[in-house]
């Protein structure tokens, strides 16, 4: 269970970076090229504050919301995505391992320098540790370009890990498996 729990939040952290869906991608700007600093706080959880880098292109945030669209559509039943006059808003109900996830996202800022992304999940079902409102917010600015051992894709996570988005089978491996019924 801990570990259904453990997959199904890595899973959820990983779609949160990336852009919201292909309906989405006509709205949403591509962002700047070179590397942008992500950190990752969820209010009221015991799980620590997390800052990743992505390297990334025009190319390559292009190919990410067509990449995961397929997996979007066959885990969301609802993904609206909205301009307004400060920035965009997103909503959507997926669900994962099980649990049913309604969300809504709040996106300020600009996709040069610097943009906040604050969204607000809620579930009925799921570990009790699911349960519940749940506020993450993704605080995304860019530092300039990639340095020289990185290419666009490539993630780099605070243990050091490395992955590069293009390699979309390993990250589709993250996602739990529906129950066999």
Not at 29 to 58: F, I
Not at 69 to 78: A, D, L, N, Q
Not at 121 to 137: C, L, N, Q, R
Request: net charge positive.
């Amino acid at each position: 269970m801990m570990r259904q729990f453990i997959s199904c939040g890595l899973a959820l952290g990983l779609f949160a970076l990336l852009p919201l869906s292909k309906a989405a991608a006509d709205d949403l700007p591509v962002r700047k090229a070179g590397l942008w600093e992500m950190k990752v706080m969820r209010a009221g959880s015991p799980m620590p504050e997390m800052t990743m880098q992505h390297c990334t292109d025009e190319t390559t945030d292009k190919e990410m919301s067509t990449a995961f669209s397929p997996m979007s559509k066959e885990i969301c039943s609802k993904k609206d995505i909205r301009k307004t006059a400060t920035g965009f808003v997103s909503d959507s109900v997926c669900g994962i391992a099980g649990v049913s996830i309604t969300s809504h996202s709040e996106i300020v800022g600009d996709f040069n320098s610097a943009y906040t992304v604050k969204t607000t999940a809620h579930s009925e079902s799921g570990p009790a540790a699911m349960k519940g409102d749940h506020v993450t917010t993704i605080e995304a600015k860019w530092l300039g370009a990639c340095k020289p051992d990185q290419k666009p894709g490539d993630i780099m996570m605070p243990s050091g890990l490395k992955m590069n988005i293009h390699d979309m089978d390993k990250l589709k491996a993250f996602l739990p498996k529906p129950a066999a019924k």
